[in-house]
T-cell receptor, first 116, second 113 residues
Framework: NAGVTQTPKFRVLKTGQSMTLLCAQD?????MYWYRQDPGMGLRLIHYSVGEGTTAKGEVPDGYNVSRLKKQNFLLGLESAAPSQTSVYFC???????????????FGPGTRLTVL | GESVGLHLPTLSVQEGDNSIINCAYS??????FIWYKQESGKGPQFIID?????DKRQGQRVTVLLNKTVKHLSLQIAATQPGDSAVYFCAESNSGGYQKVTFGTGTKLQVIP
């Protein structure tokens, strides 16, 4: 199993450009998440999905959109990139969202995005 | 607001010694805690977890202690090895609603050969 994979690994954008980050998991997990990681701060949740066709906002959703058309894929879109979106983006997946079973989130290797 | 924090941003430990990484949390509703390890250039990796009905849980070379009275948890790594060098995050979660996990900022563990 590949686990959680992310493409691309690196990307440089100019302000105003758009792009899509792709996350794929082969563990048949229901739940998927997008986080951003900035220096001196913990991981912050951007958006998440509780299943195919569903999405919901996390802590810092502004400027991002997501889609979950297939269970195994979770896409993060930036419609008009801004320098404040320079960050490392991590995708994660988990079997269950409840606090009782299978809470472990499996993370991808990350995408380093720079917006000039 | 509720937060999860770490006491020390950097911890240097001699190879072979035991490491202790501390974490404080403030959300009394949290009932599930996780430690993650993040190596340079990689995503966080689950190490060990503990539920609020436990005080201690052991894994392979790692032990997590939970003190609910003072809202504190720690990660102990026995016989620290160079491969343990990484940033360690504590995180908290609760059973209600979606699995909102709040991550701490991380402690960097440096193992001195």
């Amino acid at each position: 199993n590949a686990g959680v994979t992310q493409t691309p690994k690196f990307r440089v954008l100019k302000t105003g450009q758009s792009m899509t980050l792709l996350c794929a998991q082969d563990m048949n997990h229901e739940y998927m998440y997008w986080y951003r990681q900035d220096p001196g701060m913990g991981l912050r949740l951007i958006h998440y999905s509780v299943g195919e066709g569903t999405t919901a906002k996390g802590e810092v959703p502004d400027g991002y959109n997501v889609s979950r058309l297939k269970k195994q894929n979770f896409l993060l879109g930036l419609e008009s990139a801004a320098p404040s979106q320079t960050s490392v983006y991590f995708c994660a997946s988990s079997y269950s969202m409840s606090g009782t079973l299978y809470n472990e989130q499996f993370f991808g290797p990350g995408t380093r995005l720079t917006v000039l | 607001g509720e937060s999860v924090g770490l006491h020390l941003p950097t911890l240097s430990v001699q190879e072979g010694d035991n490491s202790i990484i501390n974490c404080a949390y403030s959300n009394s509703a949290s009932d599930y805690f996780i430690w993650y390890k993040q190596e340079s250039g990689k995503g966080p990796q689950f190490i060990i977890d503990i539920r609020s009905n436990m005080d201690k849980r052991q894994g392979q070379r790692v032990t997590v202690l939970l003190n609910k009275t003072v809202k504190h948890l720690s990660l102990q790594i026995a016989a620290t090895q160079p491969g343990d060098s990484a940033v360690y995050f504590c995180a908290e979660s609760n059973s209600g609603g979606y699995q909102k996990v709040t991550f701490g900022t991380g402690t960097k563990l440096q193992v001195i050969p």
